[in-house]
């Protein structure tokens, strides 16, 4: 004789359970960003990152449009130029030494094809755009708890 089951029919809605989790951008960003201007000097750059607990932060133009990003890393090339030539650092300004091609991504794009552009792209954060204005950032570690919540949501 078979074992039968004593749970009964499940209802329909049982077995179509809404996938609720956010899974977007936007709901994992960065939305209070520590920005840079232009002319801003280096040294005013490395004293934020020291302040802020961050490594890198958009550049905005006078018209707050996104031209550039700065990062530890663009310091660290100043720092070692102004070393090697024995210049010092505080006449540089952030024009000079940030990335001014800057990969951005949509508020609407899923974490999971962000994570995609991350591994593509190999960068440390990414600008987040709405019709071309920066509304926020969002880093490879926001990724990462953006899955650890999706985990413990749905994964298990």
């Known amino acids: 004789m078979g074992i039968k089951s004593f749970q009964g029919v499940r209802s329909k809605e049982e077995a179509k359970k809404k996938y609720n989790a956010p899974i977007l951008v ?9 920005t840079f201007t232009p002319d ?7 004293e934020a990152f020291a302040k802020h607990h961050i490594s890198g932060g958009p550049v905005l133009d006078k018209n707050g449009f996104l031209v550039g990003i700065i990062s530890e890393a663009d310091c660290m090339k ?11 650092i505080l ?32 960068r440390r954060r ?18 990462v708890i953006a899955a650890l919540k999706l985990s413990a949501q749905n994964w298990k």
């Open 78 to 88: 100043q720092i070692s130029e102004s070393r090697y030539f024995n210049q010092p």
């Open 126 to 143: 990414l600008p987040v755009m709405k019709n071309d204005i920066l509304v926020g950032q969002i880093s490879r570690k926001d990724i």
């Open 26 to 34: 936007e709901d994992y960003m960065t939305k209070k960003l520590v």
């Open 91 to 122: 006449d540089k300004s952030v024009e000079r030494f940030m990335t001014k091609d800057v990969e951005t991504i949509p508020f609407d794009m899923s974490i999971f094809d962000a994570a995609g552009v991350f591994v593509k792209h190999n």
């Open 40 to 46: 801003q000097s280096i040294l005013e750059v490395m």
